[in-house]
C-alpha cells in the first residue's frame, strides 16, 4: 500500500509517500481501506518531531482519522462486514490507503454523510464533545467559551452545543466570525490580541461554566477571569505555547476545575469506551441533521505538502482533506 512514512522531520518537504507493507487485522480488528483522512494540528506537530506516535511503531505514518470501508475483519469481529462504511481515530498510521483499528473503536459513517465527507467527522467531534460535555459537564442552558472557533473542534463545538441547547460564546480572526454565526454562535469574540474578555464580560457578567481551549499561552490567565464560580476549563491544546503567568488564587476562590487532556495518548479500554458512548449519542444527531461537517479543503493524497503548508497559514474554517482512493 502506499502511505506517508517519516524518514526525518522537519517542514512539509518531509512529507514523501512511499510503497509500505500492508497492515493485517488481528483479534477483534478491522482492516480498512482509507478513503478519505484529514489534517489535524497534532500532524503538524508530529511531522517537526514534537508529538510523535504513542505506539512507537517501526514505520512513523501520520495520520489520525480516516474514513472507508472494511476490507476484512480479524476474529472476534461481530458487529462488522466487508464492504460497511466507516470512520474513525487511531493514534497514527491514517496517511495510508489502509488502516487497522480495534472494530469497537470504528464508527458508523451516518447515513447522511457521504464517505467523502466524512473524514472530517471522528477527531474534532470527538474532541469537541469529549471536552465539553464528558468532561466539561456542559448541559441545556449554561454557557459555554470556545477559543479557535473556525477551527475544526472550534466548529464541531458550536454545532454540540446548539444540538444540546446550550449558549457558547467563541474567540476567533474578525475575518472567520461570520463563518462562527452562520454555525450558530451565540457571541462571537475577536481573538487577542484585542480585548475580547472585556466584550465576553459585557455579554455574559456572570461568567461562563464550561471552556474548551486550544490555544493555552496568555489565554490561561484570562479564561480564569472568564469563568463563573466552579466552572471547568478544559485544555486540549497548546497553539499559543505552553507556559503562561496565571492567578492561582482565582482557582481557588472560584472553584476552577481545570482539566488537561488529550485523546491520542489515551488508554485504549478508555478509547473504545469513549468511541460507543459517541456512537449511542452524536452519531443520531449527525442523522437528524443537527450535526455537520464543516469542510476547508481537500487535496489529493500526493498533494499532502501542500495541504501541510495551507494548514499553517491558519487561513482554513473547517477541516482540510486528503483524498486517498
Known amino acids: 500500500m502506499r502511505a506517508v512514512v517519516?524518514?526525518?522531520?522537519?517542514?512539509?518537504?518531509?512529507?514523501?509517500?512511499?510503497?509500505?507493507?500492508?497492515?493485517e487485522p488481528g483479534p477483534d480488528q478491522i482492516l480498512v481501506d482509507v478513503a478519505h483522512t484529514a489534517l489535524n494540528r497534532a500532524d503538524t506537530l508530529q511531522r517537526q518531531g514534537g508529538y510523535p506516535d504513542p505506539r512507537n511503531l517501526e514505520l512513523e505514518i501520520p495520520g489520525l482519522e480516516y474514513a472507508g470501508t472494511v476490507s476484512a475483519v480479524g476474529v472476534g469481529v461481530t458487529d462488522w462486514?466487508?464492504?460497511?462504511?466507516?470512520?474513525?481515530?487511531?493514534?497514527?498510521?491514517?496517511?495510508?490507503?489502509?488502516?487497522?483499528?480495534?472494530?469497537?473503536?470504528?464508527?458508523?459513517?451516518?447515513?447522511?454523510?457521504?464517505?467523502?465527507?466524512?473524514?472530517?467527522?471522528?477527531?474534532?467531534?470527538?474532541?469537541?464533545?469529549?471536552?465539553?460535555?464528558?468532561?466539561?459537564?456542559?448541559?441545556?442552558g449554561r454557557w459555554a467559551l470556545v477559543h479557535a472557533g473556525a477551527s475544526g473542534v472550534g466548529t464541531a463545538a458550536i454545532q454540540i452545543a446548539k444540538a444540546i441547547g446550550a449558549r457558547i460564546a467563541v474567540t476567533c480572526s474578525a475575518g472567520k466570525a461570520d463563518a462562527c454565526r452562520e454555525l450558530g454562535a451565540d457571541l462571537v469574540l475577536e481573538r487577542s490580541p484585542n480585548d475580547w474578555l472585556s466584550d465576553l464580560e459585557d455579554a455574559v457578567p456572570e461568567g461562563v461554566d464550561v471552556v474548551l481551549d486550544v490555544v493555552g499561552g496568555d489565554e490561561a490567565d484570562r479564561n480564569f477571569r472568564a469563568v463563573a464560580m466552579d466552572a471547568t476549563i478544559v485544555q486540549v491544546g497548546l497553539m499559543?505555547?505552553?507556559?503562561?503567568?496565571?492567578?492561582?488564587?482565582?482557582?481557588?476562590?472560584?472553584?476552577?476545575?481545570?482539566?488537561?487532556?488529550?485523546?491520542?495518548?489515551?488508554?485504549?479500554?478508555?478509547?473504545?469506551?469513549?468511541?460507543?458512548?459517541?456512537?449511542?449519542?452524536?452519531?443520531?444527531?449527525?442523522?437528524?441533521?443537527?450535526?455537520?461537517?464543516?469542510?476547508?479543503?481537500?487535496?489529493?493524497?500526493?498533494?499532502?505538502?501542500d495541504a501541510h503548508r495551507h494548514m499553517e497559514s491558519n487561513a482554513s474554517i473547517g477541516k482540510i482533506l486528503l483524498d486517498i482512493a
Request: with cysteine.
Open 6 to 23: 517519516l524518514r526525518s522531520h522537519g517542514g512539509p518537504e518531509v512529507l514523501t509517500i512511499e510503497e509500505v507493507p500492508s497492515p
Open 81 to 140: 462486514s466487508v464492504g460497511d462504511r466507516v470512520m474513525g481515530i487511531e493514534s497514527g498510521g491514517c496517511y495510508a490507503e489502509q488502516v487497522v483499528t480495534y472494530a469497537r473503536q470504528a464508527l458508523p459513517i451516518p447515513s447522511t454523510v457521504e464517505l467523502k465527507d466524512a473524514a472530517a467527522i471522528s477527531e474534532v467531534f470527538l474532541t469537541a464533545w469529549d471536552a465539553l460535555v464528558v468532561q466539561g459537564g456542559l448541559t441545556s
Open 240 to 305: 499559543g505555547g505552553g507556559s503562561a503567568p496565571v492567578n492561582m488564587g482565582m482557582l481557588l476562590m472560584k472553584r476552577i476545575t481545570w482539566i488537561g487532556t488529550t485523546l491520542r495518548a489515551r488508554p485504549l479500554e478508555r478509547k473504545l469506551a469513549l468511541c460507543q458512548r459517541f456512537r449511542s449519542e452524536m452519531i443520531p444527531l449527525f442523522e437528524s441533521g443537527a450535526l455537520r461537517p464543516v469542510i476547508d479543503s481537500r487535496y489529493a493524497f500526493d498533494d499532502v505538502a
